[in-house]
């Protein structure tokens, strides 16, 4: 009884330890945030189709004339693969950032699965013709086409990922092309490499059904929609991979870029993970934002320059 009573005061007496309150979660950005900044313009734009959207904007250091050829960046915007949704210019920030750091920019656009000859094969064919018009116009714009990285968002994180997939496109293939541009080093910020994973998780700011659209319903011709469109199928790549995503970003679930890391170093690619705080999906994008500042510093470091 006496013990009974001893443990009912301890009880009582106990100081209750008080709890602290979860910080609060922190204010990411939103697309106004990044699009009401002054927008700046590219130094030439070129044709490479009929199509408004058959483009390429192109970047250039300035004052750098005669002092040899530019390091190019080719760039490629996401959207989820809907052209109503983005176009190359909602990369403009981040490409004039480059053009004022030394880098030269290939920003490419191409149509999306909303538009006519979008979807299988025209997206994917205009992303590839887009990047190999750098090998006919690098001349013009004194560019060098040996020291090449490509950097996607978003849906562009996909495309960026397949145009350095592109020399392991099987000849059977509709998108197969003999000589592709050759990229050396890709980065995808927040994208979505792999596509049957997309059409499968709910959970993606894109949604499932937008994957049909892109790869288009099997054929007796393309029996598997993913064999020629979807990275991990054309793993390894021989290219380093870097991939930076946000844990916070409400578009693109984490998963997306844990498990095709994955893939890659399974596959015995070179790929590496960049987890940036207190960052979602507008961020990526964004200049003078951490994870921006991580995606430059990949590509000064590649092309041996400083920031």
Same mark, same amino acid.
């Given at each position: 009884?006496?013990?009974?009573?001893?443990?009912? +005061?301890?009880?009582?007496?106990?100081?209750?330890?008080?709890?602290?309150? $979860?910080?609060?979660?922190?204010?990411?950005?939103?697309?106004?945030? /990044?699009?009401?900044?002054?927008?700046?313009?590219?130094?030439?734009?070129? @044709?490479?189709?009929?199509?408004?959207?058959?483009?390429?904007?192109?970047?250039?250091?300035?004052?750098? !004339?005669?002092?040899?050829?530019?390091?190019?960046?080719?760039?490629?915007?996401?959207?989820?693969?809907?052209?109503?949704?983005?176009?190359?210019?909602?990369?403009?920030?981040? $490409?004039?950032?480059?053009?004022?750091?030394?880098?030269?920019?290939?920003?490419?656009?191409?149509?999306?699965?909303?538009?006519?000859?979008?979807? =299988?094969?025209?997206?994917?064919?205009?992303?590839?013709?887009?990047?190999?018009?750098?090998?006919?116009?690098?001349?013009?714009?004194?560019?060098?086409?040996?020291?090449?990285?490509?950097? %996607?968002?978003?849906?562009?994180?996909?495309?960026? /990922?397949?145009?350095?997939?592109?020399?392991?496109?099987?000849?059977?293939?509709?998108?197969?092309?003999?000589?592709?541009? !050759?990229?050396?080093?890709?980065?995808? /910020?927040? %994208?979505?490499?792999?596509?049957?994973?997309?059409?499968?998780?709910?959970?993606?700011?894109?949604?499932?059904?937008?994957?049909?659209?892109?790869? %288009?319903?099997?054929?007796?011709?393309?029996? @598997?929609?993913?064999?020629?469109?979807?990275?991990?199928? +054309?793993?390894?790549?021989?290219?380093?991979?870097?991939?930076?995503?946000?844990?916070?970003?409400?578009?693109?679930?984490?998963?997306?870029?844990?498990?095709?890391?994955?893939? $890659?170093?399974?596959?015995?690619?070179?790929?590496?993970?960049?987890?940036?705080?207190?960052?979602?999906?507008?961020? +990526?994008?964004?200049?003078?934002?951490?994870?921006?500042?991580?995606?430059?510093? /990949?590509?000064?470091? =590649?092309?041996?320059?400083?920031?």
């Amino acid at each position: 009884m006496i013990r009974l009573a001893f443990l009912a +005061l301890a009880a009582i007496s106990t100081p209750v330890m008080a709890q602290t309150p $979860a910080p609060p979660p922190p204010k990411l950005l939103t697309w106004p945030d /990044l699009t009401k900044l002054p927008k700046p313009t590219p130094d030439a734009t070129v @044709d490479y189709g009929i199509d408004p959207m058959q483009k390429v904007d192109v970047w250039l250091p300035k004052g750098a !004339r005669g002092k040899g050829r530019f390091p190019v960046v080719v760039m490629v915007h996401g959207g989820c693969w809907t052209t109503s949704i983005a176009d190359r210019s909602l990369m403009n920030w981040i $490409a004039d950032d480059l053009r004022n750091a030394g880098i030269a920019v290939w920003n490419i656009d191409y149509r999306g699965v909303d538009r006519t000859g979008g979807g =299988y094969p025209g997206t994917f064919a205009d992303a590839a013709t887009a990047a190999d018009q750098l090998k006919v116009s690098a001349k013009t714009f004194n560019l060098d086409t040996r020291r090449v990285l490509a950097i %996607g968002h978003s849906a562009g994180g996909h495309l960026a /990922l397949w145009l350095a997939a592109r020399p392991k496109i099987p000849a059977s293939s509709s998108l197969h092309t003999a000589q592709p541009l !050759r990229i050396r080093q890709v980065i995808s /910020l927040g %994208g979505l490499p792999d596509l049957e994973a997309t059409a499968t998780n709910a959970d993606n700011g894109c949604g499932t059904e937008v994957v049909a659209k892109l790869v %288009g319903a099997p054929t007796p011709q393309h029996p @598997d929609v993913y064999a020629d469109t979807s990275v991990p199928r +054309l793993l390894p790549l021989g290219v380093k991979q870097d991939l930076i995503n946000g844990r916070e970003d409400r578009i693109i679930p984490f998963v997306m870029a844990t498990d095709y890391i994955a893939k $890659a170093k399974a596959a015995g690619d070179t790929a590496t993970l960049h987890t940036i705080p207190a960052t979602g999906h507008v961020e +990526l994008i964004t200049p003078e934002t951490p994870a921006w500042a991580e995606a430059k510093r /990949l590509i000064l470091t =590649y092309f041996g320059k400083s920031q």
